[in-house]
């Protein structure tokens, strides 16, 4: 097996930075993306998904997916995603196994080198987090009260209302989609506003109780219950003519470890958390008036991923792959105990029940729910997992109940 230096290593990814071996299998977000600070954002190219989860920094020379948890530098890159060798992903970045060694000054020196740019990266990066945080502020003080308006249809259309308790939720009559187009000629995408629409925001909190982040839906008034479908201008045609639709829900904030609280008693020892808050307030309505409500939080993951935290491995999809058809990866059954970031459930939750929905990926939601269990059970806690049948979330087995 062919050996290569560490000197040599590192001088392979020094000519070749991360985003221009990543740049051509992905589409950098305009939105979050930062090209003059080495900062990109884009879907991720290992797993399906509609907002860009995927980051890619050129000072840490690493890349790492919030949602699937792919992570590595330039070689991990062409090793996962094209599925090439170690020694053959080095050789296509033109290193060389029988380079000349460095001397030990010379490899210090750019130790040192490279760990004054990864914490000058760290820094910038919680800088903008704490910026992103402070906008998702100004979009929920847009929010006012929801009773007699159009957000009040979408709820009740949703099975939700009459609800018995009061959900943390506002209305804003016209908020902007903001939305990105590619401009011949330039590297760059850019900024639009899409339409301006009648939305639901729900505030994220951390564990400490502090803003976290404001989650939007976009409902459409003429049909109550339904989301606004407004087709994306910017995707390939389906083969049908029609263009696939622009997602209805949009996240500002910093996401990992919030929650949405929809409802959460003084006392309580028993934790409902599912993915979507509709999801989530459902078994809320249902449960109402039974004597396990009286002991029970309801709270929202926002994300599916972020319902199970970080996972220390990817694992092969048994059948979906990525656009290099190679398996798609998706974060593995083990959870990452070490991630600082990982939803918190409080101590006092002696029953804690993870949300599955059927209606996506479900070997992707399987992984997540088993790391739930995983993470979250205690000698002192139980941890059941319920997955909606196939197809279905529980809002929709709430209405089914309801109607039926
Ligand atoms: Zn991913």
Same mark, same amino acid.
């Given at each position: 097996?062919?050996?290569? !230096?560490?000197? @040599?290593?590192? =001088? ?20 979050? %993306? ?27 020379? /690493? ?21 090439? !060798? ?31 740019? =990864? ?9 903008? /987090? ?14 006012? =009260? ?9 709820? /009740?259309? =949703? ?24 401009? *011949?000629?330039?590297?760059?995408? @850019? ?11 729900? *505030?994220?909190?951390?564990? &400490? ?7 939007? %839906?976009? +409902? ?7 989301? +606004?479908?407004? @087709? ?26 919030? %929650? ?14 599912? @993915? ?26 926002? $994300? ?28 593995? *059954?083990?959870?990452?105990? $070490?991630?600082? /970031?990982?939803?918190? +459930? ?13 209606? !996506? ?28 049948? &196939? ?11 309801? $109607?039926?």
């Amino acid at each position: 097996m062919k050996r290569f !230096s560490d000197a @040599e290593l590192q =001088r392979v990814k020094d000519r070749h930075p991360i985003s221009s071996i990543i740049g051509p299998h992905v589409t950098w977000d305009r939105a979050k %993306t930062q090209p003059g600070k080495g900062d990109f954002w884009a879907c991720c190219p290992f797993h399906g998904e509609k907002s860009p989860s995927f980051h890619c920094e050129d000072p840490k020379q /690493r890349y790492h997916c919030f949602g699937c948890g792919a992570a590595g530098d330039q070689i991990r890159f062409l090793q996962d995603f094209k599925g090439m !060798s170690f020694a053959e992903a080095v050789e296509a970045l033109g290193g060389d196994a029988e380079a000349e060694p460095l001397s030990a000054e010379e490899v210090a020196r750019q130790a040192a080198e490279t760990a004054r740019r =990864r914490e000058q990266a760290e820094a910038e990066a919680e800088r903008r /987090r704490r910026e992103e945080i402070a906008r998702a502020l100004k979009i929920w003080n847009l929010g006012g =009260r929801v009773s007699g308006t159009e957000g009040a249809g979408y709820v /009740r259309g =949703r099975g939700l209302l009459p609800c018995p308790v009061s959900l943390p939720i506002r209305f804003v009559p016209h908020l902007k989609y903001w939305h990105q187009r590619k401009v *011949p000629g330039q590297k760059k995408p @850019e900024l639009f506003v899409l339409f301006s629409g009648p939305a639901l925001l729900l *505030p994220a909190t951390f564990a &400490d109780g502090s803003f976290a982040g404001v989650h939007m %839906t976009w +409902i459409d008034p003429a049909r109550p219950g339904k989301k +606004i479908q407004i @087709e994306d201008p910017e995707a390939e045609p389906n083969a049908d003519g029609t263009r696939p639709l622009v997602a209805p829900r949009k996240y500002r904030g910093s996401q990992r470890g919030a %929650t949405l609280k929809l409802w959460t008693p003084e006392r309580f020892d028993r934790l409902v958390m599912g @993915e979507g808050w509709e999801t989530t307030a459902s078994p809320l309505v249902a449960e109402f008036g039974m004597p396990v409500f009286e002991r029970t939080a309801y709270w929202v993951a926002i $994300s599916l991923q972020n319902l199970g935290g970080k996972a220390v491995a990817s694992v092969d999809h048994p059948e979906l792959l990525n656009t290099a058809g190679r398996p798609l990866k998706v974060p593995g *059954p083990v959870p990452d105990l $070490s991630d600082p /970031r990982a939803i918190a +459930i409080p101590d006092c939750v002696r029953e804690f029940l993870p949300l599955g929905d059927g209606d !996506s990926d479900r070997f992707t939601v399987c992984q997540v729910l088993e790391r739930a269990k995983a993470r979250y059970q205690t000698p002192d806690r139980v941890v059941s997992p319920k997955l909606a049948p &196939d197809g279905m979330d529980f809002n929709d087995l709430l209405q089914e109940g309801a $109607s039926a």
